[in-house]
């Protein structure tokens, strides 16, 4: 059951690359246990907001909290910080040395001191639980795109995290396996998990989230749940960004 509490907010934040201003005065929020779909054109601010959540980009100015913790604040232990934070990237990102337990492993071992066996038993869970139970052994270069992708998941699963984060997770996959990826963020989101998802995959959107944030030129130009995104946009920028996507 949804609450008020929230799990994610932006007071007021500005993000700036030199003169060009990535982000403008966002304020928004993320519920606890609720789905955020982020959308809107290239080059709109998605993915930099997404990655102010975990500190992977610095802020200006504003403020973002995370389960209450001010995550941009000074004396932050980031690196504490992040391995509390699940984010999973467009590039799987996994050590192509490592089996697919290894993988999901080493954040438990490295991070969070669990011994090795204990770790293995739980990276095993995990892989059963994103599908991958029979692949529990293979390396990276022995599986396909969509899997790498659901290791990734497993791995970010391994904290624990009170939030997910994905950034165009399905992006750098062959469209075959596009629909692998998201049903097991449609399994998260139905255990409650709060999430957080910069995607152009609309149907997902429509179908798993609770809210829509269109972006454009680094501001949240529109918040709505979907049924009103999808049917009713309230800004010319989304109606057009709708139109495109249909055509």
Not at 38 to 55: A, D
Not at 110 to 125: D, I, L
Not at 171 to 183: N, Q, R, T, W, Y
Request: with cysteine; proline share 4%; hydrophobic share 45%.
């Amino acid at each position: 059951m949804l609450t008020t509490h929230a799990m994610i907010t932006f007071a007021n934040v500005n993000k700036s690359y030199g003169n060009f201003k990535a982000l403008t005065d966002i304020s928004a929020t993320v519920a606890r246990g609720q789905v955020v779909i982020v959308c809107g054109p290239s080059g709109s601010g998605k993915s930099t907001l997404i990655r102010t959540v975990n500190r992977l980009e610095e802020i200006q100015s504003g403020r973002i909290t995370v389960d209450g913790q001010d995550i941009h604040g000074a004396g932050v232990d980031v690196n504490h910080m992040r391995s509390g934070i699940g984010f999973v990237f467009q590039q799987f990102n996994l050590f192509p040395h490592l089996n697919a337990t290894q993988n999901v492993a080493i954040g438990l071992i490295k991070v969070q001191k669990t011994p090795k066996a204990q770790a293995y038993e739980m990276a095993v869970k995990l892989l059963n639980r994103v599908g991958l139970g029979a692949k529990v052994d293979a390396f990276p270069g022995e599986l396909s795109g969509g899997q790498q992708q659901r290791v990734a998941i497993a791995r970010a699963l391994s904290q624990n995290p009170p939030v997910m984060l994905f950034d165009e997770p399905t992006s750098a996959l062959d469209p075959e396996m596009v629909g692998e990826v998201l049903s097991v963020m449609r399994e998260l989101a139905d255990d409650g998990m709060t999430m957080m998802c910069v995607t152009h995959e609309m149907g997902f959107a429509r179908e798993v989230a609770d809210h829509i944030w269109f972006m454009d030129a680094g501001r949240i130009v529109e918040q709505a749940e979907p049924q009103t995104f999808f049917t009713r946009p309230a800004s010319d920028r989304a109606a057009k960004f709708l139109a495109e996507i249909r055509r």
